[in-house]
């Protein structure tokens, strides 16, 4: 029998993180080779939020450059690992009897392969993306993370991308290392820290957090991804963060590693 791997969020922050060597980028590094390579992953980006849900069924799906005003190199990355639809069936059938489209349109996304260039450089591990449905609340989303949990055990990594702090209107552009907002700080351990004492519908519920839950998370498209995560916790799985630290005042770089 395979041992549950972890499922962790990342916060995945600038895309030139995809090219760059840094604080992050040598975390993410670590993390995979800690991790070893799972049998496939199951990725949750912010960047496929659309009304509806699908799942990946390419065999080689392509790597999507879904961003602007970047220098060109970055346009010119590839990741090329292959797809798995048997993973995507599975999914499939774990949701059921929600509707889950097998689509062949998408691909990956930069939520995904920025990270994944640097966890997995050999682009060797199958990759699936599953959609978040954009039409439906934060419970639904936790939801999904706790009926694809089985997944751990069948040595599947799940992945959700995004980050815990995520205010672009009042992101530093830049600016040299400015400092973090004080709500971002806030915010980002108050999460932290219900995270770690397992009150996580009390995160599910992140509406009611005031203020600073408002400011850090604007847009529901990069928290989500971190509910899939806390969803397919198990009771004796232990938390840790292993990247820390924010990116232009207002991201969040946090990782959360469950199991």
Do not use: C
Request: aromatic share 10%; hydrophobic share 40%.
């Amino acid at each position: 029998m395979l041992h549950r791997l972890p499922t962790i969020f990342f916060g995945h922050g600038n895309p030139m993180n995809a090219l760059e060597q840094n604080a992050y980028t040598e975390a993410w590094s670590a993390l995979g080779l800690r991790i070893g390579k799972p049998k496939a992953i199951l990725s949750i980006s912010a960047h496929w939020f659309v009304p509806g849900m699908g799942v990946t069924v390419s065999t080689a799906p392509r790597t999507i450059h879904d961003f602007g005003g970047f220098p060109r190199d970055l346009y010119q990355v590839q990741y090329p690992a292959p797809g798995a639809p048997w993973l995507a069936q599975r999914v499939q059938s774990l949701l059921a009897p929600l509707p889950v489209v097998l689509d062949e349109s998408w691909g990956l996304d930069h939520g995904t392969w920025s990270v994944l260039r640097h966890v997995y450089p050999q682009a060797d591990v199958p990759v699936v993306q599953l959609s978040i449905d954009a039409r439906q609340p934060a419970t639904f989303h936790f939801d999904l993370g706790q009926r694809l949990a089985p997944l751990r055990q069948e040595g599947i990594l799940i992945l959700g991308s995004g980050n815990l702090v995520h205010n672009l209107g009042a992101y530093a552009w830049g600016a040299a290392q400015p400092q973090p907002y004080d709500w971002a700080l806030r915010f980002e351990a108050e999460a932290r820290e219900r995270i770690q004492a397992g009150e996580l519908q009390s995160l599910v519920q992140y509406e009611r957090l005031g203020a600073d839950a408002q400011l850090s998370i604007p847009t529901p498209d990069h928290y989500l991804p971190l509910l899939y995560t806390l969803g397919a916790q198990q009771s004796d799985d232990g938390i840790v963060f292993p990247v820390e630290g924010f990116d232009g005042g207002s991201v969040s770089m946090l990782a959360v590693q469950v199991g």
